[in-house]
């Protein structure tokens, strides 16, 4: 008691006023990191833009931009290839790392990501679904892939809950669901003669085929669900609590793991629609990110958009660079690199990855 | 202030508790006890709104708890329950998150809520820890810091599931004396505790409890002559004379 006692005299003589800085945790150092994420992101952009089997010069592109060049060969490249291109792989960059930063936090869970618990393999089997049905209908595909990654992660977070799953079965029963649509898939590709279904940059996932169009129909759904991902961030923290604290706290759990749930859908099933079944970001990015700038999920998510999406067009502009004039379906790529990285991160910060 | 009528409940439909009731009072420390799997934790869930009761009703100050808004109801009772995974949070957060319950629409923290914070700090004497993560701290500091965010949650009612369980003794009795504090304050304190002494040093009010019943409710020094305690546990116990107070002190018997 004396402790306690003394507390709260020193409280009541003493006590003027709270500090608001002093809850973020080292707030410069993480103000830091967005700088330089920010920095790197803008000469990603740029490289992305400019080179290819065909390179565009910086001072093209800067005379482009003026709007003085509409004529030329570099402009049409740019407006119709490479515009798009970078374009969507910093959208299904920050809406993958997005997505699979939520998936962890409304599962409690490090090791899942979108493609891991088939969310990726529900929104792929309903797009090609929807490819080989309605082939003239580019729109209906963002709908289509969303409608696909909800259910599949509605299904495995019912299933999940009825068997009162521990992580590891959680995972087990995203595996096993996510190997039954791969399966359809596979089906849809063997027995479809469309050129764009049957092509492996849709399985590896790959940005050759984005067209402007395609952007302009699942871009507003990714936009929609980062802008509520920023938003529902403080949830997400209190839902790391665990579900009796948070709702001791008065929070209503199972609506907001719902609705977590359902914009990490629409972010996956956006991306899936245009650019393929892209595993790896949903995992490591958030991971990477939290190495950095810690577990406020606030700082997670802005990280993940800024990093998913460097991560995406780093690899991707490798991508069409290795083999130019060839190119390689940037799912490879993200592979080959952000495998290696991920396994240098656990071996020299493991303390942070908290599986 | 707290009233339960005729409660009854448990997981999945079950009547794990069997028609409780007991009241408790402002000012006073109850404290559960009673052997594992006697239904402490299930009534600690029925009455923060974990489970639903089958029958019976649970009153504050004269009136049924069930009706009230989520947050409404979390700005008049806060639980802290006893299995928790290790949040990977500092330990400021985590205190801050007590506020939660007082989210107005603009969704952002108040001044009002920081000073909360930092008053719940000092109480719990864990300023020090507040940008440590909660998982570099050890049991005794942690459990502490969740301490402090139940204060932060300012709630007249506060109920807590075996708080000192795998703490050392010293930590035990700060965590109790804290308790103390917030009693003198005018809470109402719910707690289950495994430690006999401890319960029976520190309640006002004790209730014990076995195969999801009440077996007695009293003060600490009628539950120990009522004999009850070595019925339920299967102990023997001995009231022993320190200089300063009447210790309990309890030795296994063999049967």
Known sequence: MPDGVKAMNIFQSSFMG??????????????????ILLLVLAVIVILSLTLGSVAITPMQLAEIIKGNDKSSAAYRILLYVRFPRTMAALLAGSALAVSGA?????????LASPNIIGINSGAGFVTMLCMVAFPAQPW???????????????????????????????????????SILTAGINTIKEISTDVLVGS??????????????????????????????????????????????????????????????MIAAVLSGAAVSFAGLLGFVGLIVPHCVRIFVGEDNKKVIVACIVAGAIFVAACDLLARLI????????????????????????????????? | ??????????????????????????????????????????????????????????????SDISPLPRKEFAQTVSFLPQARSVPHMSAGSLVLHG???????????????????????????????????????????????YIAMLIAQNTDVILLDEPTTYLDIHYQFELMNIICNLKQQGKTIITVLHDLSLALKYADQVIIMNQ????????PDDICHSGMIDKVFHIHMRQLLSPYDGEYVFLPVQE
Not at chain 1, 145 to 173: D, E, H, R
Not at chain 2, 212 to 219: A, L, P, R, T
């Open chain 1, 323 to 355: 083999f130019a004039p060839f190119e390689l379906p940037v799912g490879i790529i993200m592979s080959f690199l952000g495998g290696p990285f991920f396994l240098w991160l656990l071996l020299t910060k493991r303390r942070h990855i908290n599986a």
């Open chain 1, 140 to 178: 209906l595909l963002p709908p289509a892939a969303f409608i696909g990654a909800f259910l599949t992660a509605l299904a495995v977070s019912i299933i999940a809950m009825k068997i009162n799953a521990s992580k590891i079965t959680i995972i087990l029963t995203g595996v096993a669901i996510g």
């Open chain 1, 18 to 35: 709270a500090n608001r800085r002093s809850f973020c945790l080292h707030p410069s150092k993480s103000k830091r990191w967005l700088a």
């Open chain 2, 212 to 219: 999801g019943k009440i077996e007695g409710c009293g003060s």
């Open chain 1, 200 to 261: 492996s940059s849709f399985m590896m996932g790959g940005l050759s085929y984005v067209t402007n169009e395609s952007l302009h129909f699942a871009g507003p759904y990714i936009l929609i669900g980062l802008i509520l991902a920023l938003l529902f961030c403080n949830e997400m923290n209190v839902l790391s609590l665990g579900e009796d604290s948070a709702h001791s706290l008065g929070m209503n759990v199972k609506a907001y793991r719902f609705i977590l749930l």
């Open chain 2, 1 to 62: 202030m707290l009233e339960l009528v005729n409660l009854t409940g448990g997981y999945h439909g079950e009547d794990k508790v069997k028609n409780i009731n007991a009241e408790f009072k402002k000012n006073e420390i109850t404290v559960i006890i009673g052997p594992n799997g006697c239904g402490k934790s299930t009534l600690l869930k029925l009455m923060v709104r974990l489970l639903k009761p089958l029958s019976g009703r649970i009153m504050l100050n004269g």
């Open chain 2, 99 to 145: 506020r939660y319950p007082y989210l107005s629409y603009t969704r952002r923290y108040s001044k009002k809520d920081y000073e909360a914070v930092e008053r719940a700090l000092m109480i719990t004497g864990t300023g020090k820890f507040r940008d440590i993560p909660m998982d570099l701290l050890s049991g005794g500091e942690r459990q502490k810091v």
């Open chain 1, 102 to 110: 939520i998936i962890q936090a409304v599962l409690n869970n490090a």
